[in-house]
């Protein structure tokens, strides 16, 4: 080789960042091969659609416990509806339990008197016994914590006297 030859072949062989070249910018770099490229691009490919199926999939769930939400918050609604068009002879208080009876014709009324106040002979079908709420949403006795009721009758007790 003559010297010009030496000259001329020294030096940078590109211009460019050896980190973007599309090929092999050095002996001991990796040869570039496109089948494993293309299958890296797949596997990315579907990571990519399961992270998405899983996201999607947690999404829907939610949905489904929403509508699940909605749908029993509409049947306490009616309910509660139901309640308060029952006939009522008094005036209803939040924190007081109410006893609902059905009368021959269908017609639902409320009395302050529990079915065992009648002597075990209720007038008239018992339905069941109520909470009204400050909300004036109502609560079915059966499901009334002990702790609500101790945290009524003290609230109660405070209004008594002024104190809330």
């Known amino acids: ?79 509660d509806q139901v309640l308060h068009q029952a006939q009522c002879n008094f005036k209803k208080q939040a924190g007081n339990i109410y006893h609902l009876y059905r009368h021959p014709n269908g017609r639902n009324y409320f009395s302050m008197l529990g079915p065992d106040e009648w002597g075990g002979r209720p007038p008239h079908e018992f339905v069941g016994s109520y909470r009204l709420e400050s909300d004036m949403s109502w609560t079915a006795a059966e499901s009334i914590k002990p702790e609500d009721e101790d945290a009524m009758m003290i609230r109660r007790l405070l209004e008594k006297h002024g104190l809330e």
């Open 1 to 79: 080789m003559s010297e010009d030859d030496l000259e001329r072949y020294s030096g940078e062989n590109t211009s460019t960042s050896t980190n973007s070249t599309p090929y092999p910018a050095s002996r001991l770099a990796p040869t570039i091969d496109l089948v494993n490229m293309a299958r890296e691009i797949s596997q990315a490919s579907n990571m990519v659609t399961q992270q998405t199926s899983a996201k999607l999939r947690v999404i829907a769930n939610q949905i489904k416990a929403l509508q699940a939400e909605a749908h029993e918050i509409m049947e306490t609604a009616q309910q």
